[in-house]
């Protein structure tokens, strides 16, 4: 039985994740980027931070998807890379970290 497609799941949550923490943290480290992820002024920058996590994660699912759509996939290394982006996606929107990078 094929994995590819379950694996580029994995791959790509981890992917999403990491891309929006890597863009909080940026719009926390310069203003003007924030202010471009501005979409709805209710919400403020999230809108564009969400809208842009959830594309990359759309973007990286496709692809891989594509890629690996009828192929035998070895999880070990996709698993320990998802938890790593996993890793970083969760360090990078914890606000003591977000804040070391604010800009004043």
């Given amino acids: ?59 990286a699912w496709l692809i891989l998807g594509l890629v690996w759509k009828d192929r035998e996939v070895n999880y070990r290394p996709v698993i320990v890379l998802a938890v790593i982006l996993l890793a970083v996606g969760l360090l990078t929107t914890f606000p003591p970290f977000f804040d070391l990078f604010a800009a004043d």
């Fill in 1 to 59: 039985m094929k994995n590819g497609p379950s694996a580029a799941a994995v791959l790509a949550g981890g992917i999403g994740l990491a891309i929006y923490g890597i863009v909080s943290t940026l719009a926390e480290a310069i203003a003007a980027f924030s202010k471009a992820l501005t979409w709805s002024k209710p919400v403020g920058a999230l809108s564009g931070k969400t809208i842009i996590g959830v594309l990359a994660w759309l973007v």
